[in-house]
């Protein structure tokens, strides 16, 4: 997939629309090209700050009276009355206009978890990460490879008796945002971890308002458990085909494990 390609197709992958093979595509086009990574990151901030201006302000009487007065124009108060009513409606039926259009930007707006499990599915499927730790220390490898392909810190993975072991990790792309990858297991369980800069919530408003309420959120899509936290400077989620216990456990461990483990 080329620049032009990825970038005709940009709502249906900020919407999460599409099949998963697009949004692979998509998602691997960008990891790999900066140009893009920063064309989708500033089209996500203008959606983001087009929703942000949408705020009514609703008509009053005083405003119609100050409009008349300054205008100079003396009307009779029956005339001024239905000025005022037909001010109102005319209110009503913006803010409703503007209501509809903010849901529906809501209901569109990128889905992580819909694009956390679209991307697990591709590991399932048999997708190589980038990076495989090779020597007797794969967590220091696997946390030194990341932080040298992210401009957020990443604090990864989590220690080993939180029952997490790592094999792999790489650079994804989710919903415009730069995403650390690891893959691995908790016990037979295939789980991958995805790692955010806790500012890149903000490109996933469901996501987001789940977090102003909960201190870890968890849900599921499809067939996998999810579990979602905010850690210091973070936002991790941890996807797999088990018990959200166990996964909530490999959350809370993340960033905590020292240098001998």
């Known amino acids: 997939m080329n620049c032009n390609d990825a970038r005709q197709h940009w709502n249906l992958y900020h919407d999460s629309e599409g099949d998963a093979e697009l949004h692979f595509q998509i998602s691997e086009h960008v990891a790999m090209c900066p140009d893009c990574a920063a064309w989708f990151k500033q089209q996500s901030r203008l959606e983001d700050l087009i929703k942000e201006k949408l705020g009514p302000q609703p008509a009053t009487s005083v405003l119609w009276d100050n409009i008349l007065r300054k205008t100079g124009l003396v009307r009779p108060a029956r005339v001024r009355s239905w000025i005022w009513f037909a001010g109102v409606a005319a209110s009503v039926a913006v803010v409703g206009a503007l209501l509809w259009l903010w849901q529906g930007s809501s209901a569109n707006a990128a889905d992580l978890s819909k694009l956390a499990a679209s991307w697990h599915e591709k590991v399932l499927a048999g997708k190589e990460p980038e990076f495989r730790p090779h020597s007797q220390n794969p967590d220091l490898d696997v946390e030194k490879y990341l932080r040298g392909r992210v401009a957020f810190p990443v604090r990864c ?4 008796d939180a029952g997490f072991v790592v094999n792999g990790a790489g650079i994804c792309q989710l919903g415009g945002e730069s995403t650390a990858y690891l893959t691995g297991h908790v016990d037979d369980a295939p789980v991958s ?29 499809g067939p996998y458990q999810m579990v979602l936290a905010v850690v210091d400077r973070n936002a991790v989620l941890v996807i797999g085909q088990t018990e959200a216990d166990r996964l909530d456990r490999v959350v809370r461990a993340y960033g905590s494990y020292s240098d001998h483990n």
């Not at 790692?195 to 899509?221: G, I, M, N, W, Y």
């Open 157 to 160: 993975p989590p220690r080993r």
């Open 193 to 221: 971890i995805f790692v955010l800069a806790r500012d890149s919530l903000a490109a996933f408003p469901h996501q987001q308002q789940a977090l102003r309420t909960e201190k870890t959120h968890q849900c599921r899509e």
